[in-house]
């Protein structure tokens, strides 16, 4: 248990001077394209496009495929 706990304080303490390293550096104001979110989106709806269309087709053809 005890390693557990050093390794996570190591890890809180290199995430903390990685923070203030940024920090040093300027403040980032994390701003977003849209670019960047137009393809984020239509990512994800691809993805859930393909998935329902699978989710369709299993769900019509498990009946004729269970007999194989």
């Known amino acids: 248990m005890h390693k557990i706990a050093v390794r996570l304080s190591a890890a ?3 995430i903390r001077a990685q923070n203030q ?3 040093a550096r300027g403040r980032d104001r994390g701003d ?3 670019t960047t979110v ?3 989106v239509a ?3 691809g993805a859930l496009a393909i998935a329902g269309t699978i989710a369709v ?3 019509k053809y498990n ?3 269970s007999g194989i």
Do not use: R
């Open 38 to 40: 137009i393809i984020w």
């Open 63 to 65: 009946g004729v495929l």
């Open 21 to 23: 390293k940024g920090q």
């Open 43 to 45: 990512a994800v709806a």
């Open 57 to 59: 087709v299993v769900a």
């Open 32 to 34: 977003i394209s849209i």
């Open 12 to 14: 809180a303490q290199w």
